[in-house]
């Protein structure tokens, strides 16, 4: 028997070996490369889309709510869009209707009416609707919707008032009355209100590069 010991091609099988190892770390690198970039850009639009909805939320909670208990509430009446006309023009700023705002901010949810939202999706029937412009043409549309509501005056309205701390909107910081002789402290309020809020910021000519918000908030 004659033993076989032919050995041709095999530098040419190694080099194909070789070849197809390379080429395998180097789609794997690319792969890598692009995904890394994928990553960072959608990790930049959600970015940009939070600052949006935090932007939205400071606004909503330190100026249009303290502004409907101070103007609206505190003078028992009920038609708080009538405060914010002409304060946010701006900004494009839209509001849902006086019945179920009224209704949320001074009435427990328990008590809400059937026609006012209080799923957590919040853009379904938001209470208040923001447009911030952005550095380029595709501005952001920021809905905020409050979906449930404690309240510490149990009082209907508008004898009571949901919250037991002081509407006035004077009482809120020390004005150095400490560095003066006077007061040292700020005065506790002891009967806040509490809410919850839904907030969904997104682009507005790209719902998908979106963020969503759940703010507990306390007046």
């Known amino acids: 028997m004659k033993q076989l010991r032919n050995e041709k091609g095999i530098a040419l099988v190694t080099a194909l070996m070789l070849t197809l190892i390379s080429l395998t770390i180097v789609m794997y690198l690319m792969y890598m490369v692009t995904t890394g970039t994928q990553q960072s850009g959608a990790n930049k639009r959600y970015r940009t889309a939070l600052e949006a909805s935090y932007g939205a939320s400071e606004l909503v909670m330190r100026e249009i709510i303290p502004t409907i208990f101070t103007t609206t509430l505190a003078a028992g009446l009920s038609n708080p869009t009538n405060a914010l006309s002409g304060l946010y023009g701006s900004l494009n700023f839209a509001t849902t209707t006086d019945a179920c705002l009224m209704e949320k901010l001074t009435k427990p949810s328990s008590q809400w009416s059937t026609a006012c939202s209080k799923t957590t999706d919040a853009k379904l029937s938001p209470d208040f609707t923001l447009t911030l412009n ?86």
């Open 134 to 219: 952005a550095t380029n043409a595709d501005p952001f549309t920021v809905y905020t919707k409050i979906v449930e509501s404690i309240c510490s005056d149990k009082r209907p309205y508008p004898t009571g008032r949901c919250t037991g701390s002081d509407l006035s909107g004077y009482d809120m910081l020390d004005g150095g009355q400490g560095t003066t002789g006077g007061s040292s402290g700020v005065s506790v309020q002891s009967m806040p209100a509490t809410y919850r809020m839904e907030i969904r910021g997104e682009r507005s000519t790209n719902p998908q590069e979106k963020s969503v918000l759940s703010i507990l908030y306390a007046y």
